[in-house]
């Protein structure tokens, strides 16, 4: 159908390598969050994607994110 929904970002803190608490919505900035939300429905449409879709990114010190 074309249809694609998102849930709100988290932001997760890791000890010692290992999960430690998530939290949601990521307290980050809203320009970063739409950029976030814009990489993965591209990557969603791109694959054709139906069913569910959870990527891991990474936001550096200079407001970049990263795979």
């Known amino acids: ?6 849930f709100p ?11 430690d608490v998530s939290v ?13 939300t ?5 990557l969603a449409m791109s694959l054709g994607l139906e069913g569910i879709l959870a990527i891991e990114l990474f936001l550096l010190a200079d407001g970049t994110l990263r795979p």
């Open 24 to 36: 949601t919505p990521a307290p980050v900035d809203p320009v970063i969050a739409a950029r976030a």
């Open 38 to 42: 814009a990489l993965g429905r591209e």
């Open 9 to 19: 970002l988290a932001l997760n803190e890791h000890v010692h390598q290992v999960l």
């Open 1 to 6: 159908s074309g249809q694609v929904s998102v």
